[in-house]
């Protein structure tokens, strides 16, 4: 009977401290910052824009996939490719028609730099150094930002092709 007693106790008591450690991991989970819970590597899984008349389009030609990495220094680098990019013919990439330039310059944007959130973690703000799109380069760009879990959703409120705005879902990567 001693033994049935000890071994119910060792029993209890080895899963009180499994509940208290995962406790304690969902609630250092709770207490960090939307920055350092950004930390890693996102999957873009919808890439949509509106346009200033309301029309929906996917900027990069459909298709487009995505990745974004925020690390714990502080610096980003985003990358988007889409459909509407093309093949070179010549298979150089310094050679291109302008027709294959062109398509390749609307399938694709890629750009880094720095980042921070605001204090309330509603705010992200990309501090470009270099972006695909010249324009952008040495800009800060801010974005509305929705963070649950392993879903990410950042809201651009003026895209860089002539205006509208688009709403990115990203996953993060396991």
Known sequence: MKAICR???AAFMSLALTVGMASHGIAQ???KS???QLVGTWL??????????GTRFEPFG??????LMFD????????????????VASNNRLEGTPEENKANSVGTQAY????????AGRTLIFHVERNSFPNWDNTD????ITLAGDELKISIPRISTGGGTAVNVWKRAK
């Open 62 to 67: 459909g298709n487009t996939q995505g990745i």
């Open 112 to 119: 880094y730099g720095t980042y921070s959130v605001d204090a």
């Open 44 to 53: 873009l899984v919808s890439d949509v824009a509106t346009r200033p008349d």
């Open 34 to 36: 939307v920055k350092q």
């Open 72 to 87: 714990r220094t502080g610096r980003f680098s985003i990358q988007y490719s889409g459909d509407a990019r093309r093949k």
């Open 141 to 144: 760009l801010k974005r509305t």
């Open 29 to 31: 989970q709770q207490t």
């Open 7 to 9: 071994m119910a106790l």
